[in-house]
């Protein structure tokens, strides 16, 4: 069984910078390609960055292009995401997902882990 936990959300202030980690139990970490997404009050969930599986390739949804990044570390089954120049519109549960085939539906989530921009 294949599991994702996220972790490093919290209160942070405008324009301040935060790390989200993403540990995956189970299968092979270097077989997926991974994603995180996130999901406002009241708001549909939506995409905010992928990876390939060996990191050489990396999108991002244009709301955070220039102020996120997203990495990965094979050999300790982790995907990042790294938050600069935070605003409260970035303000949500971020969730981190996994898929065997890039471009299809992801397979797993997390159950998300909480970003609150606010002064």
């Known amino acids: 069984q294949v599991q994702l936990v996220e972790s490093g959300g919290g209160l942070v202030q405008p324009g301040d910078s935060l790390k989200l980690s993403c540990v995956v139990a189970?299968?092979?970490?270097?077989?997926?390609?991974m994603g995180w997404f996130r999901q406002a009050p009241e708001k549909e969930r939506e995409f905010v960055a992928q990876?390939?599986?060996?990191?050489?390739?990396?999108n991002y949804a244009d709301p955070v292009k220039g102020r996120f990044t997203i990495s990965r570390d094979n050999a300790k089954n982790t995907v990042y995401l790294e938050m600069r120049s935070v605003k409260p519109d970035d303000t949500a549960v971020y969730y981190c997902?996994?898929?065997?085939?890039?471009?299809?539906?992801?397979?797993?989530w997390g159950r998300g882990t909480q970003v609150t921009v606010s002064s």
């Open positions: 997902s996994a898929r065997t085939i890039w471009g299809a539906r992801y397979d797993y």
């Open positions: 189970g299968g092979t970490f270097s077989s997926y390609s």
């Open positions: 990876i390939s599986r060996n990191g050489g390739f990396t």
